[in-house]
């Protein structure tokens, strides 16, 4: 099995930034891609930010040029730098994996979600 463990949420300023982190364990052959997601009461679950293996990045418009999503491939863990924060990106923001456990069997994984609360 996988696990996704998040950190990083808290409280912070408008304005202000956070790093979020998300570090996938467990059985892992490989990862083919990491992204962000958050959720409002009322509303699917939206992508915030992904990345693959190979670094191709993609962003919701809400947050292009303020947030940037990396990756350590030698450790599984994908980050999420949040600046320039506003109230609008509170939101519990969730980590999703698609990990490969065997070079042909692979699956999407989610973790449990932290959460961003941005103050004005």
């Known amino acids: 099995q996988v696990q996704l463990v998040e950190s990083g949420g808290g409280l912070v300023q408008a304005g202000g930034s956070l790093r979020l982190s998300c570090a996938a364990s467990?059985?892992?052959?490989?990862?083919?891609?990491m992204g962000w997601y958050r959720q409002a009461p009322g509303n699917q679950r939206e992508l915030v930010a992904s990345?693959?293996?190979?670094?191709?990045?993609n962003y919701a418009d809400s947050v292009k040029g303020r947030f940037t999503i990396s990756r350590d491939t030698s450790t599984n863990t994908v980050y999420l730098q949040m600046n320039s924060l506003k109230p609008e990106d509170t939101f519990v923001y969730y980590c999703?994996?698609?990990?490969?456990?065997?070079?042909?069997?692979?699956?999407?994984?989610w973790g449990k979600g932290t959460l961003v609360t941005v103050s004005s």
């Open positions: 467990g059985r892992i052959f490989g990862i083919e891609s």
């Open positions: 990345i693959t293996r190979h670094g191709s990045t």
């Open positions: 999703n994996a698609f990990v490969r456990t065997e070079q042909y069997i692979g699956m999407g994984y």
